[in-house]
Structures are given as structure tokens and as C-alpha cells.
């Protein structure tokens, strides 16, 4: 055996030495920032949502509670160690995305969809898709509409600035029905609409009408139709702009599917501490190396996983009371769609 360094071992090296400056210069420049350094100046995280049970409510206390509202709590962990550093501000569908724009939200959890406009044309970015829904239609039963198809000649009041406003129009044209679409953009009147019979029907993604439903008067005199129009892949909203406060969401969204992968739960997180899987002991801090190299508290995902839980236990906290199943809202090993990149 020789311990000369042959030529290719040599080129290796230099490589690997190349690579290692390429990604400490990389690793500056994701630091920077304008949204997350105006989060860490302000103290808070700006969190624009919806106004649905389940998904975002506030209860009788006046503290927001909710599906998206516990992934704003998560976020808040990640960058302060601390699930309230966050403010929940109510902003309709036609307003959420300029004030998302204008600087005036760090990041929108209100059942926004990933398009492709929204990305090239309005320069958003999106965290993973934390709920896959589609669009969905609520009518009065007493239509005796069994099926969108149904719906020819009806009246359909529709939310400005929706994915669903656009949907719907796409629906009836490509069935060659009609249908007078009332453009509506207050969520109350939307609702109203509908209960008032100004309008027969609502469309919008089902997340929504599920929990709205709930909300009306007579319930039982409405019926959401099975048809789903659409894909709404929902996801975390942010401008363009902050490669680190993007990656804060993303991996902060990953954790919680990561945990449930793994099984585990806010329960028994302080079990897993002493897992002798090498995995498992970076994603939760008790070795602290996976942390320091990205530049976060080795603890967030810990600290995530025993403050709100899971992806599952936010799911079933959340979601479950109204009768929602997993659906696509599974993880890939049992059948859904819910997939975390590797922790490492
Ligand atoms: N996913 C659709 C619709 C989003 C949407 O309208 N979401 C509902 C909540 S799921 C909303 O913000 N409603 C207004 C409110 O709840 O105040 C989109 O991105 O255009």
C-alpha cells in the first residue's frame, strides 16, 4: 500500500475543498434577508388567514385556533423558541395576496392554492402543500341538484381573487352549460348569499364550505355535491425574495410530517430522546450537529413536535371534530401524498 496521493484522489480533494467554500458563501447568502430580519426586529411573525372553523377561528377567548393557525404557532417556534410570537390578522381572498406583497403579511396560512401565476406572474413563493383539497359546490337541497352538472342556469356566487372564481367559468364552458356567476367579496356576505337565496349555490374549496356549513342557520337544508372541480394543493404563502425565511417554512412544514413518519408525538417526544437511531437524534437537538450546520436551534423540531404536535395530531385536533378523513392528507406510507424530504 502506498500512501502517495494518486492524481484523481488529488482532483477529488480539491473539489470537495471547492464545494465546501461554494456552500459557506451559499450558507451567507441564504442568511440574509428582508422578511426574516424584519420579523426578528418587529419580534413577531405577521400571519395572514381565513376565517374558517377548523382551519382559522378565534374561540371564545379571542385566541385563534386552527389547522393553519398551529402551523403560524410552529413557525413562530422555529425562529423564536416560542409559539406566540405570532399575530393572526383576518384578510379576505381579494386582499391577501397585494397585502401579502405590500410587506404587510411575512406569510399567508389561509388556504392559499399553488398556481403557477402566482409563482412566475405575482412572484410568490410556496412552502409545502400542507392540505390537498379541491373545489366544491353547496347548494340549498331543495334544487334537488344531485351533481354540478345539474347546475345549468343556476346562479353561483363565487369569492373575488379565488382560484374557485376562475373554476367555476372554466366548468361551464367546458360542459357547455350557463350560469350567472355573483362575484362576492366579504366571507359574511358570501355566506349570506347563499342563506338569503340571492344566489343557489356557492363554490369554493371544500375545506371551506365544510366549515362554513356548519356555521348556517338550517345546515341540513344544504348539501355539499361529491364532484371536486379542482386541485388546490394549499400551501404557505410568502413574497419572493427571502431564500431563508422560505426554507424557515418549508422545513418548519416538514418537521411535523417528518415526526408523524417517524411516530412521533408530542406524547412521547421525550421517549424518542433517547432513541439510539442517529436520524432521529439529529432531528430532535440531542445531537445538536444538523442544527448548528443550518444555522437554526437544534431543538426547533423538538420543541415543534412537543408544543404542537405531529402533522396527524394537528390534523385530528383540528380537523377531526368536523369529520374530515386523511384522504390525500395522509402520509405516502398509508396512501397519501404527505412526503418529507430527509432531515439530514
Ligand atoms: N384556495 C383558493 C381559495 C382560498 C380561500 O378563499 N380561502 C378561504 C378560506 S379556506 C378564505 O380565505 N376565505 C375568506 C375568509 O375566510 O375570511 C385560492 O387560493 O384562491
Redesign the pocket.
Known sequence: MTTTTRPAARWKAALATTLVVAAGLFTTATQAGPTLDKIKQRGSIKVGV???PG?FAPDSNGRWQGFFVDYGRALSITVFGDPDKVEFT?S??QQ?LPALQAGEFDVLL????VTITRAFQLGFHFGPTVFYDGQGILVRKDLGVTKAADLDGATIGV?S????ELNIADFFRKTGKKFTPVTIED?GEFTNALETSRVDAIT??S??LVGKRTQLKKPDDYIILPERLSK?P?APAIAGGDDRWLEIVNWTVNATIQAEEWGITSKNVDEFLKSPDPAIQRFLGVDPSLGQAIGLDPKFAYNIIKTVGNYGEIYDRNLKPLGWERGYNNLWTNGGLLYSPPFR
Open positions: 381565513g376565517t374558517t382551519f383576518n379576505s381572498p391577501r389561509s388556504g392559499v392554492t369569492q381573487g379565488t382560484t374557485g366571507t369554493q374549496d375545506s371551506d388546490e394549499l
